[in-house]
C-alpha cells in the first residue's frame, strides 16, 4: 500500500506569505485529505478532495489535486504564526499518510 | 463537544509489563483505528475496526491487539511491550471508512525502558 510523500519536508516563511505544500503518489485514489498537527497533538482534518474534483477552497486554504500527476497541494494564503505546524496528506480510504511537511511562519 | 479521548496521554512502562491504552469517541461513529507516529516515517496504521467485532490489521499490527466490543471504545492492547514499540499513538475515529473525515485523540506519548 502507498504512502503520500510530502515536499517540502520542511517550510520556513514570514508571516503574510504564502506557503505551498505538495502531496505525490504512485497509484490512483479516490479522495485525498490533507491535516494539520500543532507540535506532538493529534491531527485536525483541514479539507478532503475527491477524485473527480480539481480544487477545493476552505478560508484561507485552496487544495488542488491533479489525478494525472498523481499530486495534490495545499495552499496556505496570507499565513499567520498559528499556521505553524506539520501537515499531511492522507491517501484513499485507507488514509495512507506521509512524513508531512513542518511548515513554520515567523512572525 | 464531539471527541475522541485517549488515555493515559503519557506512559512509561518496562519491556515485558502488559498495558492498554484506551480510546472513546463520543460521536457513534463506526470506523475506529489506531496509529503510531515515528520521526520521519509519518502516521502508520496498526489496526482498524469497521464496526463492533470487526477488527483487521493495518499496516504494522505485530505486537499489538485490539477488540471492539462497544461502538464507542476501541481499546490497543500491548501484551508484552518492548522498546521499539516507543511511540506517539493516536486513536482515530469516523462515520464510515469510506471519503470522510477522521477524528483524532491527542495522543499516548508511550517510552518502553
Known amino acids: 500500500s502507498q504512502q503520500g510523500e510530502e515536499d517540502p519536508q520542511a517550510l520556513s516563511i514570514q508571516e503574510g506569505e504564502n506557503a505551498t505544500m505538495n502531496c505525490s503518489y504512485k497509484?490512483?485514489?479516490?479522495?485525498l485529505q490533507w491535516y494539520r498537527q500543532n507540535s506532538g497533538r493529534g491531527l485536525v482534518h483541514l479539507i478532503l478532495?475527491?477524485?473527480?474534483?480539481r480544487e477545493k477552497h476552505s478560508g484561507r486554504l485552496r487544495v488542488t489535486l491533479d489525478t494525472s500527476k498523481k499530486s495534490s497541494s495545499l495552499l496556505i494564503t496570507a499565513s499567520r504564526a498559528a499556521d505553524t505546524a506539520s501537515y499531511f496528506c492522507?491517501?484513499?480510504?485507507?488514509?495512507?499518510f506521509g512524513a508531512g511537511t513542518r511548515l513554520t511562519v515567523k512572525p | 463537544e464531539a471527541q475522541v479521548t485517549q488515555n493515559p496521554r503519557y506512559l512509561i512502562t518496562v519491556t515485558g509489563k502488559k498495558l492498554t491504552v484506551t480510546c472513546s469517541q463520543n460521536?457513534?461513529?463506526?470506523?475506529m483505528s489506531w496509529y503510531r507516529q515515528d520521526p520521519g516515517l509519518g502516521l502508520r496504521q496498526i489496526y482498524y475496526?469497521?464496526?463492533?467485532?470487526?477488527?483487521d490489521k493495518g499496516d504494522v499490527p505485530e505486537g499489538y491487539k485490539v477488540s471492539r466490543k462497544e461502538k464507542r471504545n476501541f481499546p490497543l492492547i500491548l501484551e508484552s511491550p518492548s522498546p521499539n514499540q516507543t511511540s506517539l499513538y493516536f486513536c482515530?475515529?469516523?462515520?464510515?471508512?469510506?471519503?470522510?473525515?477522521?477524528?483524532f485523540g491527542q495522543g499516548t506519548r508511550l517510552t518502553v525502558v
Open positions: 460521536m457513534n461513529h463506526e470506523y
Open positions: 482515530a475515529s469516523s462515520s464510515s471508512r469510506r471519503r470522510t473525515e477522521a477524528f
Open positions: 497509484t490512483s485514489i479516490n479522495n
Open positions: 475496526s469497521m464496526n463492533v467485532e470487526v477488527t
Open positions: 478532495i475527491r477524485s473527480n474534483e
Open positions: 492522507a491517501l484513499g480510504d485507507d488514509m495512507r
